[in-house]
Protein backbone atom coordinates (compact mmCIF):
# COMPACT_ATOMS: atom_id res chain seq x y z
CA UNK A 1 0.00 0.00 0.00
CA UNK A 2 1.23 3.19 -0.76
CA UNK A 3 1.66 6.24 1.71
CA UNK A 4 -0.98 8.86 1.27
CA UNK A 5 1.77 11.33 1.65
CA UNK A 6 4.70 11.48 -1.15
CA UNK A 7 7.38 14.23 -1.17
CA UNK A 8 9.72 14.46 -4.02
CA UNK A 9 12.96 16.30 -3.02
CA UNK A 10 14.77 17.39 -6.64
CA UNK A 11 18.64 18.95 -6.67
CA UNK A 12 22.10 17.90 -7.15
CA UNK A 13 23.89 17.56 -3.69
CA UNK A 14 27.43 18.65 -6.07
CA UNK A 15 26.03 22.23 -6.85
CA UNK A 16 26.34 24.67 -4.15
CA UNK A 17 22.63 25.39 -3.35
CA UNK A 18 21.10 23.01 -5.90
CA UNK A 19 21.52 20.61 -2.97
CA UNK A 20 18.77 22.07 -0.58
CA UNK A 21 16.27 19.72 -1.97
CA UNK A 22 18.50 16.72 -0.91
CA UNK A 23 19.15 18.68 2.48
CA UNK A 24 16.00 19.71 3.12
CA UNK A 25 14.59 16.01 2.59
CA UNK A 26 17.52 14.30 4.61
CA UNK A 27 16.05 16.42 7.36
CA UNK A 28 12.61 14.81 7.22
CA UNK A 29 13.60 11.82 6.94
CA UNK A 30 15.46 12.21 9.87
CA UNK A 31 12.45 14.06 11.76
CA UNK A 32 9.72 11.36 10.80
CA UNK A 33 12.11 8.33 11.70
CA UNK A 34 10.94 9.55 15.79
CA UNK A 35 7.42 10.36 14.16
CA UNK A 36 4.21 8.68 14.31
CA UNK A 37 3.54 10.37 10.74
CA UNK A 38 6.21 7.90 9.17
CA UNK A 39 4.17 5.98 7.65
CA UNK A 40 1.95 8.75 6.02
CA UNK A 41 4.94 9.61 4.17
CA UNK A 42 7.23 8.38 0.76
CA UNK A 43 10.14 10.35 0.42
CA UNK A 44 11.94 10.22 -2.91
CA UNK A 45 15.23 12.34 -4.47
CA UNK A 46 16.24 13.17 -7.39
CA UNK A 47 18.56 14.95 -9.83
CA UNK A 48 15.81 16.08 -11.51
CA UNK A 49 12.09 15.13 -12.40
CA UNK A 50 11.56 12.82 -15.01
CA UNK A 51 8.15 11.37 -16.98
CA UNK A 52 8.27 8.01 -14.51
CA UNK A 53 8.20 10.33 -11.82
CA UNK A 54 4.42 10.66 -12.63
CA UNK A 55 4.13 6.71 -11.56
CA UNK A 56 4.65 7.78 -8.30
CA UNK A 57 1.94 10.35 -7.93
CA UNK A 58 -1.14 7.81 -8.31
CA UNK A 59 -2.91 7.26 -5.58
CA UNK A 60 -1.54 9.40 -3.37
CA UNK A 61 -3.63 11.75 -1.15
CA UNK A 62 -1.02 14.95 -1.46
CA UNK A 63 2.31 15.46 -3.07
CA UNK A 64 5.04 17.78 -1.90
CA UNK A 65 7.85 18.88 -4.71
CA UNK A 66 10.96 20.72 -3.12
CA UNK A 67 13.63 22.23 -5.33
CA UNK A 68 15.78 25.19 -5.23
CA UNK A 69 15.73 28.23 -6.61
CA UNK A 70 17.50 31.30 -7.57
CA UNK A 71 14.90 33.80 -7.95
CA UNK A 72 12.46 32.54 -5.36
CA UNK A 73 11.28 35.26 -2.52
CA UNK A 74 13.20 34.52 0.56
CA UNK A 75 13.67 32.04 2.54
CA UNK A 76 11.21 29.93 0.95
CA UNK A 77 7.81 29.80 -1.33
CA UNK A 78 4.89 27.62 -0.41
CA UNK A 79 2.41 27.46 -3.34
CA UNK A 80 0.00 24.71 -4.88
CA UNK A 81 0.02 23.81 -8.36
CA UNK A 82 -2.11 22.66 -11.09
CA UNK A 83 -1.23 20.49 -14.03
CA UNK A 84 -0.08 21.99 -17.17
CA UNK A 85 0.86 20.56 -20.62
CA UNK A 86 3.75 22.90 -20.64
CA UNK A 87 6.78 19.88 -21.39
CA UNK A 88 9.42 22.60 -22.00
CA UNK A 89 13.32 21.91 -20.61
CA UNK A 90 14.20 23.95 -17.96
CA UNK A 91 16.89 23.28 -15.17
CA UNK A 92 14.77 20.22 -14.56
CA UNK A 93 13.75 17.79 -17.51
CA UNK A 94 9.98 18.23 -16.32
CA UNK A 95 8.29 20.55 -14.30
CA UNK A 96 6.17 19.46 -11.48
CA UNK A 97 2.67 21.06 -13.38
CA UNK A 98 4.29 18.53 -16.44
CA UNK A 99 4.33 15.82 -14.15
CA UNK A 100 1.02 15.91 -12.70
CA UNK A 101 -0.40 16.62 -16.12
CA UNK A 102 1.09 13.36 -17.04
CA UNK A 103 -0.01 11.74 -13.70
CA UNK A 104 -3.53 12.81 -15.17
CA UNK A 105 -3.31 11.33 -18.35
CA UNK A 106 -2.18 7.88 -17.48
CA UNK A 107 -4.60 7.02 -15.16
CA UNK A 108 -8.08 6.64 -14.13
CA UNK A 109 -8.28 9.45 -11.58
CA UNK A 110 -7.62 13.48 -11.40
CA UNK A 111 -3.77 13.60 -10.22
CA UNK A 112 -3.61 14.53 -6.76
CA UNK A 113 -3.41 17.91 -5.08
CA UNK A 114 0.51 19.05 -5.20
CA UNK A 115 2.67 21.71 -3.53
CA UNK A 116 5.47 23.00 -4.35
CA UNK A 117 8.28 24.04 -1.56
CA UNK A 118 10.95 26.11 -3.39
CA UNK A 119 13.65 27.34 -1.33
CA UNK A 120 15.98 30.39 -1.99
CA UNK A 121 19.29 29.89 -3.25
CA UNK A 122 22.09 32.06 -4.44
CA UNK A 123 25.20 29.93 -5.88
CA UNK A 124 24.74 26.59 -8.04
CA UNK A 125 28.31 26.54 -8.65
CA UNK A 126 29.82 23.02 -8.69
CA UNK A 127 31.69 22.11 -5.95
CA UNK A 128 30.92 24.88 -4.00
CA UNK A 129 29.44 24.15 -0.02
CA UNK A 130 25.99 25.64 0.55
CA UNK A 131 25.46 29.48 1.22
CA UNK A 132 24.66 31.53 4.29
CA UNK A 133 21.17 32.31 2.57
CA UNK A 134 20.68 28.65 1.54
CA UNK A 135 21.01 27.74 5.18
CA UNK A 136 18.95 30.17 6.38
CA UNK A 137 16.05 29.22 3.83
CA UNK A 138 16.67 25.22 5.09
CA UNK A 139 16.15 25.97 8.61
CA UNK A 140 13.20 28.16 8.03
CA UNK A 141 12.10 25.75 5.26
CA UNK A 142 12.20 22.74 7.92
CA UNK A 143 10.54 24.51 10.82
CA UNK A 144 7.32 25.38 8.32
CA UNK A 145 7.26 21.98 7.18
CA UNK A 146 7.10 20.34 10.69
CA UNK A 147 3.77 22.56 10.94
CA UNK A 148 2.58 22.27 7.54
CA UNK A 149 2.62 18.26 8.28
CA UNK A 150 1.01 18.13 10.80
CA UNK A 151 -2.39 19.15 9.31
CA UNK A 152 -4.07 16.61 7.34
CA UNK A 153 -6.34 18.44 5.05
CA UNK A 154 -5.52 19.86 2.14
CA UNK A 155 -7.43 23.47 3.09
CA UNK A 156 -5.03 23.69 5.85
CA UNK A 157 -2.11 23.06 3.37
CA UNK A 158 -3.94 26.04 0.66
CA UNK A 159 -3.94 28.12 3.60
CA UNK A 160 -0.42 27.83 5.22
CA UNK A 161 0.36 28.72 1.08
CA UNK A 162 -1.08 31.85 1.69
CA UNK A 163 1.20 32.43 4.38
CA UNK A 164 4.22 31.99 3.66
CA UNK A 165 5.42 34.63 0.86
Request: a negative charge; aromatic letters at 10%.
Amino acid sequence: MKAPFLIVATGNPSRGDDALGPLLLARIADWLAGSPLASRFELIEDFQLQIEHALDLAGRQRVLFIDAGMRTPGPYRFFEIQPTGDMAHTTHALSPEAVLAVCGRIGNEAPPPAFVLCLRGESFVLGEPLSTTASHSLAAAFAFLVRVFEKTEVADWRAASYNSN
